[in-house]
């Protein structure tokens, strides 16, 4: 294909993107595909030769667009929302066609700059004190990651990437049993190891960690002759929205000197609105703080937003700066990827400035309001249904229920059949969790175009197949 081609086949593209969009919601949510179905559809060698651009994408549409689970689908109800709102997608679009890699200042002056600039519209957006600074990571996983080797270095008075850790003290970091898969990855890469992973219980109707006994746990650790290091904290988990008591654990944090990151990956975003900041009161005591712009905000997967009170104690982690990385002669610059795992940076902060010029911090608080408001208003219509149970209550717009009719003995296998037999019909759908051991099944609303109809239009679907079962 020849550049002189590209601007027809973009804007046949950005037609085609328009309609997908537009008319999404007519599809079912969850791709029908079968294990293999594509696999068996593509063709076992590559070309020799060059293809037409015609045909590369009527095989798009034959092969892939039907095995396409719709994440922007409005009545997407499971997991949490990976948004794409079309300002951002357009940003994407001229991030692919310019294509620069941002590792450093020199390699994009602009890339660096505006990414810091985001950075400090999302950290007023959150209101976070001025102190904070922050970076775009790939992932919250990468961002948690980047905290637990914190964590290990300053704990290890930076000797840990030196040394390696076969000849120190057994390191501890202490969690709620809440937390995210992507905290077990973190200890594991970072070579601390699962048995010293602390899971503290929880208490409460936030399932938060109980700080009680997150001291004890603290003391028991030091009297057995172990070195606590730091504490990870959960703001909206993942199964449940479960939401540690955040003063509390990080006084506990600093009096015993743990460096303290908070993972917010889903719920932050609802942190523009100040009438949700009472879900993570002093904040501003936390060393780290990761959200996903890309979940609920709006912004085009992949964005992770990473707030640091001393970014010094990261980039004296992760920062290599061999003689060929260094950029001469310029003072005060920022080389992010000192910052990242990666060394290799997309240019994520283009997105973010589009969409947030596009609607406005007032337009994205809205949409957010109502997606709670709506998910709350299902939540109270099902309550009010005999066969059902409210298992977790309404934390921002994620809750979780149980179906249990009368005389019903095997919950767990009613409910896993009720959540495939919903997915399969394609209206909504929804995902299943663990609740202290019982199978429950989700709900949560985040898609940017979903509607009060496409919500509650989950109460219908959820209550005809439950008693079709
Ligand atoms: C989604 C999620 C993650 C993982 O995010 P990635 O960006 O995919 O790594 C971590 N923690 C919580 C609470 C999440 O909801």
Same mark, same amino acid.
């Given at each position: 294909m020849k550049w002189d081609d590209f601007a027809g086949w973009g804007s046949r593209i950005a037609d085609w993107a328009q309609d997908y969009h537009l008319t999404v919601g007519d599809k079912p949510v969850r791709a029908r595909t079968e294990p293999g179905d594509v696999l068996d559809s593509l063709p076992l060698f590559p070309p020799e030769s060059g293809e037409d651009m015609e045909a590369i994408f009527a095989d798009f549409e034959e092969i892939v667009m039907p095995g396409i689970t719709h994440w922007q689908h409005p009545r997407f109800f499971a997991y949490f929302t990976s948004n794409a709102a079309a300002p951002s997608v357009l940003a994407e679009f001229l991030t692919a066609?310019?294509?620069?890699?941002?590792?450093?200042?020199?390699?994009?002056?602009?890339?660096?700059?505006l990414e810091t600039r985001m950075m400090d519209w999302l950290r007023q957006s959150l209101d976070l004190p001025g102190e904070?600074?922050?970076?775009?990571?790939?992932?919250?996983?990468? !961002?948690?990651?980047?905290?637990?080797?914190?964590?290990? /270095?300053?704990?290890?008075? =930076?000797? &840990?990437?030196q040394q390696g850790l076969f000849a120190q003290k057994p390191l501890r970091i202490y969690c709620s049993s809440e937390v995210h898969t992507s905290v077990d990855r973190a200890i594991w890469v970072a070579g601390i190891g699962q048995q010293n992973l602390v899971r503290v219980p929880i208490k409460g109707t936030w399932r938060g960690m109980d700080p009680a006994a997150l001291r004890a746990a603290i003391e028991a650790d030091i009297a057995a002759g172990l070195q606590p290091a730091g504490l990870i904290l959960c703001v909206g988990g993942t199964g449940t929205g479960a939401t540690d008591p955040i003063d509390d654990c990080l006084q506990i944090a600093e009096d015993y000197g743990l460096y303290s990151?908070?993972?917010? !990956?889903?719920?932050?975003?609802?942190?523009?609105?100040? /009438?949700?900041?009472?879900? =993570?009161? &002093?904040?501003?005591?936390?060393?780290?703080?990761?959200?996903?712009?890309?979940?609920?905000l709006g912004v085009q997967f992949d964005c992770s937003a990473h707030f640091l009170k001393?970014?010094?104690?990261?980039?004296?982690?992760?920062?290599?700066?061999?003689?060929?990385?260094?950029?001469?002669?310029?003072?005060?610059?920022?080389?992010?990827?000192?910052?990242?795992?990666?060394?290799?940076?997309?240019f994520r902060a283009l997105k973010i400035w589009f969409l947030i010029r596009s609607y406005g911090l007032e337009g994205l608080r809205d949409r957010l309001r109502n997606h709670i408001n709506w998910s709350t208003k299902l939540h109270d219509t099902l309550a009010l249904e005999p066969d059902f149970e409210?298992?977790?209550?309404?934390?921002?717009?994620?809750?979780?229920?149980?179906y249990a009719p009368q005389g019903a003995t095997d919950l767990d296998a009613l409910n896993l059949a009720l959540v495939n037999a919903i997915n399969d019909d394609g209206r909504i759908y929804l995902t299943q969790t663990r609740v202290d051991g019982d199978l429950v099944i989700r709900f949560q609303a985040g898609q940017f175009e979903t509607t009060e109809a496409d919500v509650m239009m989950a109460h219908t679907v959820i209550c005809e197949i439950a008693s079709r079962l």
């Open positions: 066609a310019i294509a620069p890699q941002c590792m450093l200042w020199q390699t994009s002056p602009a890339a660096t700059e904070f600074q922050g970076v775009i990571q790939d992932s919250a996983s990468s !961002a948690t990651l980047a905290a637990v080797l914190t964590m290990r /270095e300053k704990a290890l008075n =930076w000797q &840990g990437n990151h908070i993972d917010a !990956a889903w719920a932050g975003s609802a942190m523009i609105c100040p /009438e949700y900041r009472h879900y =993570w009161p &002093g904040v501003e005591r936390a060393d780290s703080i990761v959200f996903n712009p890309h979940k609920w001393n970014p010094d104690d990261l980039v004296q982690t992760l920062a290599i700066s061999p003689e060929y990385l260094k950029t001469h002669g310029k003072d005060g610059i920022i080389n992010y990827s000192e910052w990242s795992v990666p060394l290799g940076r997309r409210i298992i977790t209550p309404p934390m921002w717009s994620l809750w979780t229920f149980r």
